[in-house]
């Protein structure tokens, strides 16, 4: 069965700092891979999806994961905390052998202070 | 464009009360979804859907059932709700099984 591992329930980065959410997937075929976003009390939104084209994926408001199919990790980071990063992040993996099912990570919070 | 639209937003029900989530979709998806969330479990998938007329139980599907009749529509239902089922309801739609979802903003639905 697909399984989806985030490896932090929460992170707490300093405004400017680097950002770095760690995801690693099971599914042993090439799976579809998104992160999300969910700001308080909101529905999720997609921030970026990587269906195999290039490995480095750019998403909305500077975010990018890598896909490293050696180590099965989809981390997501960003260069430069902003203060309205502050939310939790989704790790997704769809497809693989689970129809119509998709696997989602346990979430991750990011707290950005001042 | 609506996209994901979720009714009601929020409702308190007393135990063994019953009730119809309702999600419509405007975007001609086939793939429909209802999960609830619930805090420090992520979110988790109660039923499926992969086309009109067709429904699949997901990983928590006990306690609840759902019909699409239309392909916008898709219903869940708690014919009698239990305080364990307090929790927040998000519908989402996929044009396809490894497409991008859409979801829906919330309901939250309390059980007393």
């Known amino acids: 069965a697909q399984s989806v591992t985030q490896l932090d329930s929460h992170v707490s980065v300093s405004e400017g700092t680097p950002v770095l959410l760690r995801c690693n997937y099971s599914s042993s075929y090439s799976p579809s891979l998104f992160w999300y976003v969910q700001h308080p009390n909101k529905g999720l939104q997609l921030l970026l999806k990587?269906?195999?084209?290039?490995?480095l994926v750019k998403g909305i408001n500077g975010f990018e994961a890598e896909f490293k199919k050696s180590e099965t990790s989809f981390h997501l980071t960003k260069p430069s905390a902003h203060m309205s990063d502050a939310a939790e992040y989704f790790c997704?993996?769809?497809?693989?052998?689970?129809?119509?099912?998709?696997?989602f990570g346990q979430g991750t919070i990011l707290t950005v202070h001042p | 464009n609506a996209g994901v639209t979720q009714t009601p937003k929020f409702r308190v029900l007393k135990t063994g009360q019953s009730m119809t989530l309702l999600c419509a979709q405007d975007?001609?998806?086939?793939?429909m979804y209802w999960y609830r969330q619930d805090p420090g479990m992520g979110l988790r998938l109660i039923h499926y859907?992969?086309?009109?007329?067709?429904?699949a139980k997901g990983e928590v599907p006990d306690g609840y059932n759902v019909s699409r009749l239309k392909k916008q529509n898709f219903l869940l239902g708690l014919e009698s709700a239990a305080p364990s089922q307090t929790s927040v309801y998000f519908c989402?739609?996929?044009?396809?099984?490894?497409?991008?979802?859409?979801f829906g903003e919330g309901s939250r639905l309390t059980v007393l």
């Open positions: 975007m001609n998806h086939e793939y």
């Open positions: 997704l993996e769809a497809g693989g052998t689970s129809y119509g099912k998709l696997t």
């Open positions: 989402a739609s996929s044009l396809s099984q490894t497409g991008e979802l859409f």
């Open positions: 990587y269906t195999s084209a290039a490995t």
């Open positions: 859907s992969v086309g009109e007329g067709t429904t």
